[in-house]
């Protein structure tokens, strides 16, 4: 439907068919779009224009916007939207080497943007989490884009900045685990503002014990077990924090034998996306170096978590995740069975045994090796990983660099 509306009234995301006013006045050259570039808005505010014809069929409808909300809500829930009908196109494949490149640049601005968030959190101030909404928006494209560039990189942390990169860490991982379970775009948005927010309450713990080095004493560990509900009680009232994202944050520590915490919820109690975040959690936090221990490499992590997973992880959320990471995942130490050692690079499209390999190391020579990297996929019965080793047993220590190439 067209409808005449007064140029105040135009709103991001309006179809505009017509500019009301001698075409001579306006900065346009097109006359016909979808309003999606802010500058375009703000071009046409100080145009001189005073009315348009907006197609609502093609865009938002005038009535659409609803009050209560504030402009700034609007328009970012607006954009999402468009970026989300936009999504194939402005998200074409990157290779793994270009998108480490911009995931490093995102990964840098999140830490800074989810340090002042949770600031505001310590100091009793109001979450921003418009500016969470978007940081995610920005994260969900870069996983789209190269899923294992930036949930690699976002393992790659000093133990002082573990809790912030955790957050981003946790968001990447479920926004591709959500993908991975076919669910909606908007629930996988959802799904990373849960992995964002998830451990928002430890702001809520003292940072003696947060950062101790060693084991906690009962006493610290229950003080640290109310996380999850001052976390929540923080985002409760937030009309911008819906009911699932509020689960996550409460329910992430929850196990399916009924042993976890706040509420020893067991089984089909605890939510898909409680389950989600329970998964995503541990992953990153085993892989990463935290003030109390050193992190494990993503291959051995996901053997142990496959041990534990029983009591404490959803089976088939736990499968799903390990589809989504790889059973080698990228920055894993693997041998191969002609004796070489090397990094995974980059996982295979068609199985999750066939990833690319660097080799750089003669595990009998024990000697380093001219370094080449080898397509999995293209040397079957030629070349394959016989198994999973411990970077630390070798006393390798820059492997990140192998396949990141920072
Ligand atoms: P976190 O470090 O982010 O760990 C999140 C969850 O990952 C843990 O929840 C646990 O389920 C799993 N996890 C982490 N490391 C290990 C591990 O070595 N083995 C196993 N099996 N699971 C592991 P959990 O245990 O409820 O701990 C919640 C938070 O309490 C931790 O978050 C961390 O901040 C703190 N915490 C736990 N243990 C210690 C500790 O010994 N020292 C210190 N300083 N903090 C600890
Ligand atoms: C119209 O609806 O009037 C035309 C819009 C367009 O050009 O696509
Ligand atoms: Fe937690």
Redesign the pocket.
Known sequence: MLKRIAVKDVRMGMFITELCGSWMEHPFFKTKFLLEDKQDLDSLLKSGIKEVWINTTKGLDADEIVPGKTLSDIELETELMLRDTLRVKSTEKTSMDDEVRIAQKICSKSKAAVISMFNDARMGNAIEVAQAKELVEEISESVLRQPHALISLARLKNADE??YM?SVAVCALMIALARQLNLDEELVRESGLAGLLH?LG?MG?PNK????????TDD??NT??S?PEIGANILMDNPLVSAMVLDVVLHH?EKVDGS??PHKLAGDTISLFAKMG?VC??Y???T?N????KGWSPAESIR?MAE?SKG?FDEAVFQAFVKTVGIYPTGSLVRLESGRLGVVTEQSETSLLTPKVKVFFSAKLKTPILQETLDLAKLIGKEKIIGRESPDDWGFRNLDELWSGL
């Not at 014990?209 to 084991?215: A, Q, S, T, Y």
């Not at 935290?290 to 221990?293: C, L």
């Open positions: 573990y809790t955790h451990d430890k713990i014990i947060l950062n101790k080095p060693g084991k906690l610290e560990f640290i077990k996380h520590h976890g915490y329970a959690d541990v990153d936090a085993i990463s935290r003030p109390y221990k142990k534990w404490h």
